[in-house]
């Protein structure tokens, strides 16, 4: 094996796990010194739990994308190494574990602003990649793929965020 194929566990290491713990840590500051700028009461909720598992969807996130990357490969096309696909998996994530930096900022419209941003980010580089990946030209089987890849997650937090939102709103 070349060197320099990333390996799933060197991405899990080395990318993942670190930015991937961003978010989680940002809820806990935001909470602990400015909530009421996101209208929730700090008691309401266990916050190091809503971390917790904040922290866990986001690694399962980049092994779906990971996995739907591998699977999603045209039939003409090789699929990538699992731990490419795992670094093109943390590359799209990239731009929504950053977005959590503005939850330094107690502004609710800030944070979805920078969230919408950063999945605009992160649609455009897993876009980007794929077509690289697959050498695909700027067409329709890139966008859709790049779609199909993309919503596995979505649906994965979807049912995240209605227990979030839930258990808020029962401890309010």
């Keep these: 094996m070349d060197s320099s194929t ?6 899990l290491g080395r990318m993942v796990l670190p930015f991937a ?5 940002m809820i806990m500051l935001a ?3 400015h909530a009421e700028a996101y209208r929730l009461n ?7 739990w809503i971390a917790l598992v904040v922290f866990a969807a986001e690694i399962a996130s980049v092994g779906l994308v990971a996995g739907m990357l591998r699977l999603t490969t045209p039939s003409d096309r090789l699929p990538p190494a699992t731990g490419r696909a795992w670094m093109l ?6 731009p929504l574990w950053a977005s959590a930096i503005v939850l330094a900022v107690p ?8 969230h919408l941003l950063a999945h605009a ?3 455009r580089t897993l876009y980007r990649d794929i077509r690289n990946e697959w050498q695909l030209g700027p ?5 859709h793929l790049t779609y199909i890849v993309y919503s596995i997650p979505v649906v994965l937090w979807i049912p995240i965020f209605v227990m979030i939102f839930v258990s808020l709103s029962q401890g309010g």
Excluded: C, H, Y
Excluded at 6 to 11: L, Y
Excluded at 89 to 94: C, D
Excluded at 139 to 143: D, M, S, T
């Design 6 to 11: 990333p390996t799933r566990a060197g991405v």
């Design 21 to 25: 713990l961003v978010p989680p840590i």
């Design 31 to 33: 909470m602990r010194d």
């Design 42 to 48: 700090p008691a309401a909720a266990n916050w190091e």
């Design 89 to 94: 998996a943390a590359r799209a994530a990239s």
């Design 107 to 114: 502004s609710l419209a800030a944070l979805i602003v920078a």
């Design 121 to 123: 980010v992160a649609l």
């Design 139 to 143: 067409g329709v089987q890139a966008l």
